[in-house]
């Protein structure tokens, strides 16, 4: 009989306290400050060889220095958001300069890939209400991160694919540098990782819909 009742609590503590998992759903993987000349064509050949979908928030400014690799990542069924148009820290700008380094940022994107995007990351996570509230009035909507090895840092690619691991979970926003090299060399661990996981990498959009 009390053998009876130690298996009743445990199969009842198993109930109500069930182990968790993070095995299967949708997770999404995105680069800031792009496009890079070498490392952004090197990030797009790994997500291909992994069917991986992903999200780049590009600068005008480097979009216009390398508007043939804004189209790969466009025609290769990537997501492409508005990150400024040279990096800019929001909080500093006047209200004039809001509203060019957000619109001088769409229509450059724009002017490559054929239409503007939907979604804007802001530089340094540095936002307030006014921001906001011009990125509401131009239809963009604010799209921050979960999940942040800060591979801006330099760390080691063994320590960036350890973290990203380590804290990510289904429904995850994981934010990486595509023009750091250490990524690029991280990337390609992680995409096995989530694949044992069961997690499928898809755009911010696809994500949040």
């Known amino acids: 009989m009390q053998k009876f009742k130690f298996f009743s609590i445990i199969f009842a503590l198993f109930l109500f306290f069930p182990k968790q998992s993070i095995s299967g759903g949708d997770v999404a993987i995105t680069f800031d400050d792009g496009p890079s000349s070498i490392t952004t064509s090197q990030i797009l050949e790994i997500l291909a060889r992994y069917r991986a979908r992903a999200t780049f928030f590009a600068t005008g400014l480097n979009a216009e220095r390398h508007p043939e690799i804004m189209r790969a990542i466009s025609e290769q069924g990537h997501e492409i958001g508005n990150h400024t148009y040279c990096h800019f ?12 380094q957000i ?38 909507k604010v799209t921050m991160w979960s999940v942040s090895p800060a591979d801006y840092d330099e760390p080691s690619p063994a320590k960036i694919t350890e973290y990203v691991l380590s804290n990510i979970r289904p429904g995850s926003i994981v934010v990486l540098h595509d023009y750091r090299w250490q990524t690029v060399l991280a990337l390609e661990r992680i995409l096995e990782g989530l694949h044992k996981k069961g997690l499928q990498p898809v755009t911010v959009s696809e994500l949040l819909q």
């Open 103 to 140: 619109s001088a940022a769409q229509n450059a994107i724009a002017r490559i890939i054929g239409f503007r995007p939907k979604i804007f990351r802001p530089p340094y996570s540095r936002i307030n209400e006014a921001i906001r509230n011009a990125l509401q009035a131009k239809g963009l």
């Open 89 to 100: 820290d929001l909080l500093k700008a006047s209200c004039w300069a809001l509203e060019w």
